[in-house]
């Protein structure tokens, strides 16, 4: 059992303005093999919380803490979290010309768990996920994210989650930009890995429609830097009803 704990966690980034600050208190926990969907409209803080946690240097932690399963993430490098049993899906994967899909996924996997997958066994396993996710096998010799589609950028994110079966995955946006095929067999990826490895998910996302496909334990919705309101899947139901309005008027 794998235990993702935030508390009271503030962070800043700096603009043309001046320093702003954007998290203003989450306070969040997720344990392994829930899906925790946390839902709110542009500029609420979604992704600053997603790359906060995952260590990105442009943001300032201020104050509070992120704990996985009793260590400090805060205190780690990007690596170290990554070793600890953290994963994100970016919202919007770079390119890296010159590295092939193949060889980024073994450096990963050798990378995270510290030692190199025995060949064989990690070459039925990559395929044995390309197959799960409908991707042809060619895709493994291109460059990463060069070229691709916005479906096979997030596929290929699902691939990495599935392959490296961390503990916690951040999940930001993954039904960006999906048609309605993509966004199936990308959700089935999720419910897969979740299945089969009790992996905690935080999925980030502004609509309802992934959640036709992953069922979330809890429902955050999150406004003006923090969570506003908690609830089971009835919760996204009613947002996609009522929309955010109630609560912006309370933030403002």
Same mark, same amino acid.
Do not use: C
């Given at each position: 059992?794998?235990?993702?704990?935030?508390?009271?966690?503030?962070?800043?980034?700096?603009?043309?303005?001046?320093?702003?600050?954007?998290?203003? *208190?989450? !306070?969040?926990?997720?344990?392994?093999?829930?899906?925790?969907?946390?839902?709110?409209? !542009?500029?609420?803080?979604?992704?600053?919380?997603?790359?906060?946690?995952?260590?990105?240097?442009?943001?300032?932690?201020?104050?509070?803490?992120?704990?996985?399963?009793?260590?400090?993430?805060?205190?780690?490098?990007?690596?170290?979290?990554?070793?600890?049993?953290?994963?994100?899906?970016?919202?919007?994967?770079?390119?890296?010309?010159?590295?092939?899909?193949? #060889?980024?996924?073994?450096?990963?996997?050798?990378?995270?768990?510290?030692?190199?997958?025995?060949?064989?066994?990690?070459?039925?396993?990559?395929?044995?996920?390309?197959?799960?996710?409908?991707?042809?096998?060619?895709?493994?010799?291109? #460059?990463? !994210?060069?070229?691709?589609?916005? $479906?096979?950028?997030?596929?290929?994110?699902?691939?990495?989650?599935?392959?490296?079966?961390?503990?916690?995955?951040?999940?930001?946006?993954?039904?960006? $930009?999906?048609?309605?095929?993509?966004?199936?067999?990308?959700?089935?990826?999720?419910?897969?890995?979740?299945?089969?490895?009790?992996?905690?998910?935080?999925?980030?996302?502004?609509?309802?429609?992934?959640? !036709?496909?992953?069922?979330?334990?809890?429902?955050?919705?999150?406004?003006? *830097?923090?969570?506003?309101?908690?609830?089971?899947?009835?919760?996204?139901?009613?947002?996609?009803?009522?929309?955010?309005?109630?609560?912006?008027?309370?933030? #403002?």
């Amino acid at each position: 059992m794998s235990i993702l704990e935030i508390k009271d966690l503030h962070a800043t980034v700096e603009t043309p303005e001046g320093t702003k600050e954007i998290l203003k *208190g989450v !306070n969040l926990t997720i344990r392994s093999g829930e899906t925790h969907a946390i839902m709110g409209p !542009n500029g609420s803080g979604k992704s600053t919380l997603a790359y906060a946690i995952a260590g990105h240097p442009k943001y300032e932690i201020t104050s509070g803490s992120v704990q996985l399963d009793g260590e400090d993430l805060l205190e780690m490098s990007v690596d170290e979290r990554a070793r600890a049993g953290l994963f994100l899906a970016m919202q919007y994967p770079v390119e890296v010309p010159g590295v092939s899909v193949s #060889n980024f996924l073994r450096t990963a996997k050798t990378a995270v768990d510290g030692q190199a997958p025995a060949l064989r066994t990690w070459v039925k396993d990559v395929k044995g996920a390309m197959d799960n996710l409908r991707m042809d096998p060619a895709f493994a010799e291109r #460059n990463v !994210n060069e070229g691709f589609s916005g $479906g096979e950028k997030k596929r290929h994110e699902i691939l990495q989650m599935e392959l490296l079966k961390p503990a916690i995955a951040i999940l930001d946006e993954t039904d960006s $930009g999906l048609d309605v095929d993509a966004l199936r067999i990308v959700s089935e990826g999720v419910n897969r890995a979740k299945e089969n490895t009790e992996v905690g998910i935080m999925l980030i996302t502004h609509y309802t429609r992934i959640l !036709n496909y992953i069922t979330p334990d809890f429902v955050h919705v999150f406004v003006g *830097g923090r969570v506003a309101e908690e609830g089971g899947p009835e919760l996204a139901e009613r947002l996609e009803n009522e929309g955010y309005d109630r609560y912006l008027t309370t933030a #403002n």
